[in-house]
T-cell receptor
Framework: GESVGLHLPTLSVQEGDNSIINCAYS??????FIWYKQESGKGPQFIID?????DKRQGQRVTVLLNKTVKHLSLQIAATQPGDSAVYFC??????????FGSGTRLQVQP | EAGVTQFPSHSVIEKGQTVTLRCDPI?????LYWYRRVMGKEIKFLLH????????ESGMPNNRFLAERTGGTYSTLKVQPAELEDSGVYFC???????????FGSGTQLSVL
């Protein structure tokens, strides 16, 4: 398994607060976007996805927003919990399913 | 249901040696992908199998890397000869059908000394 990289932007939040993690994607032809969560020693775990014909999608405690005009994706986590602490990656796909991953953001939840 | 499993979890080899990584996808998943993360950089696509056929190998860095999926079940990724810059984490992922979400394994941490 992997010990996730040290030099990542970090978002530190208090337990119970909402978290917003942002991602800029590069390819205007991308039509499918995914957020992954990676905990230490594990592989990326699917959180939520969104297709380019949508601008918002909600899951359980998570919401993804897509702004195609500025090629921006965000992940909102409601009532952040200590178990949410991890590295979060956005990924984009042009349809080939050869995903292009962002560099990741580390989320630290303070009790 | 077992997830995607990768073996070994860690491998330490010397430059010039050969290493073979193995991935067992989720049973019934026709699509199998290899990705890698080197030097703490982004996770990058290597290649995609549909059953035993290579659908897309555009991400393979050079001819020192050879991926196989004989019989369309498990896959191996061989690096021969390994170089220092090959160090990183190699992830495997699978999906039942093309276009469906990917399930990732925990990765193989490869260190080339």
């Amino acid at each position: 398994g992997e010990s996730v990289g040290l030099h990542l932007p970090t978002l530190s939040v208090q337990e119970g607060d909402n978290s917003i993690i942002n991602c800029a994607y590069s390819n205007s032809a991308s039509d499918y976007f995914i957020w992954y969560k990676q905990e230490s020693g594990k592989g990326p775990q699917f959180i939520i996805d969104i297709r380019s014909n949508m601008d918002k999608r909600q899951g359980q405690r998570v919401t993804v927003l897509l702004n195609k005009t500025v090629k921006h994706l965000s992940l909102q986590i409601a009532a952040t919990q200590p178990g949410d602490s991890a590295v979060y990656f956005c990924a984009e796909d042009t349809g080939r399913r050869a995903l292009t991953f962002g560099s990741g953001t580390r989320l630290q939840v303070q009790p | 249901e077992a997830g995607v499993t990768q073996f070994p979890s860690h491998s330490v080899i010397e430059k010039g040696q050969t290493v073979t990584l193995r991935c067992d996808p989720i049973s019934g998943h026709d699509n199998l992908y290899w990705y890698r993360r080197v030097m703490g950089k982004e996770i990058k696509f290597l290649l995609h199998f549909v059953k035993e056929s290579k659908q897309d190998e555009s991400g393979m860095p050079n001819n020192r890397f050879l991926a196989e999926r004989t019989g369309g079940t498990y896959s191996t990724l061989k690096v021969q000869p390994a170089e220092l810059e090959d160090s990183g984490v190699y992830f495997c992922a699978s999906s039942k059908r093309t276009g469906e979400k990917l399930f990732f394994g925990s990765g193989t941490q490869l260190s080339v000394l």
